[in-house]
């Protein structure tokens, strides 16, 4: 019971970060939380091959309120494109829904060495100076987005990430700024942390030995520790992204993904 109570205490300081990096940079937290639970669950006594699975969707779930007030404030601030998000939403929602049938087929170890290798090659992109000619750039035609909407959610809902890590570079090499950027990926992430969930939900429902507290593959404990803060901090994210200037921005993002990246490369290759 210490440990669990421990435990929900640093969930709750975990999620302080969660919720400034989403308003800041418009990740859902993904990429800090799944590490993180990874490295948490099985000191709780979580059954090791429920470990990658939990984590993800519960993961995901806590993006479901942490995008949300994340949206919510960068709406306030006008820095969302509803035009390209009603273009956004319908493929986000449907990859991610996919991504929890197809997560248990994928061997967690793979997951983890791909995630490590990807958040790197994200962060060497983002790292990149603003060229030009990148401004002149527009979203390509509606299929097409749809298509890598698709695509993007259903690799989110695989790794427990909200898609920020994609979509933010995404939208900037089609010339969007980088504030937009991030508001469009707050909603994207969202989109993809409720499909996501509800996956998990079904995909876990009836598996046996489970951890008490856990709805599908969701771990409560850790997701009401997570959101109680990562909630609250997330509009004092969004206050700093509106003062910010976009080349620091992206070098804050870089500079968070290449050390996020390098953890994970060791813990995934040496375990």
């Known amino acids: 019971m210490d440990s669990l109570w421990l435990a929900i205490v640093i969930f709750m300081a975990l999620g302080s970060v969660v919720g400034f990096m989403a308003g800041l940079l418009g990740i859902g937290g993904g990429l800090i939380v799944v590490p993180a639970l990874f490295y948490l669950l099985p000191k709780l006594g979580v059954n090791a091959d429920y470990?990658?699975?939990?984590?993800?969707?519960?993961s995901l779930a806590n993006m479901v309120l942490?995008?949300?007030?994340?949206?919510?404030?960068?709406?306030?601030?006008?820095n969302l494109d509803w035009n390209v998000a009603k273009v956004l939403v319908p493929g986000i929602f449907i990859g991610a829904m996919l991504s929890g049938?197809?997560?248990?087929?994928?061997?967690?170890?793979?997951?983890?060495?791909?995630?490590?290798?990807?958040?790197?090659?994200?962060?060497?992109?983002?790292?990149?100076?603003i060229k030009a000619e990148a401004n002149v750039r527009s979203l390509p035609s509606v299929p097409v987005l749809f298509v890598l909407m698709v695509v993007i959610a259903i690799l989110c809902g695989l790794l427990g990430i909200g898609g920020g890590v994609i979509i933010v570079?995404?939208?900037?090499?089609?010339?969007?700024?980088?504030?937009?950027?991030?508001?469009?990926?707050?909603?994207?992430?969202?989109?993809?942390?409720?499909?996501?969930?509800?996956?998990?939900i079904i995909a876990g429902w009836n598996v046996p030995d489970l951890p008490s507290g856990t709805?599908?593959?969701i771990y409560t404990p850790a997701l009401i520790g997570i959101a109680l803060t990562s909630t609250l901090v997330a509009p004092l994210g969004v206050k700093a992204a509106m003062t910010w200037p976009t080349p620091t921005l992206?070098?804050?993002?870089?500079?968070?993904?290449?050390f996020v990246g390098i953890e994970l490369v060791i813990s995934s290759f040496s375990g």
């Not at 470990?51 to 519960?58: D, E, H, M, N, Y």
């Not at 992206?250 to 290449?258: G, I, P």
């Open 169 to 200: 570079p995404l939208l900037c090499y089609f010339g969007q700024k980088m504030q937009r950027a991030v508001g469009l990926s707050s909603m994207a992430g969202f989109c993809v942390a409720l499909a996501g969930s509800i996956g998990y």
């Open 215 to 217: 709805m599908g593959y």
């Open 66 to 78: 942490t995008t949300f007030s994340s949206v919510a404030a960068h709406h306030r601030r006008q």
């Open 51 to 58: 470990v990658p699975l939990i984590a993800i969707a519960t």
């Open 250 to 258: 992206k070098k804050v993002f870089a500079v968070f993904l290449f």
């Open 101 to 129: 049938s197809v997560a248990s087929y994928i061997p967690a170890e793979a997951m983890k060495q791909f995630f490590a290798v990807f958040v790197i090659l994200m962060a060497i992109n983002m790292a990149k100076p």
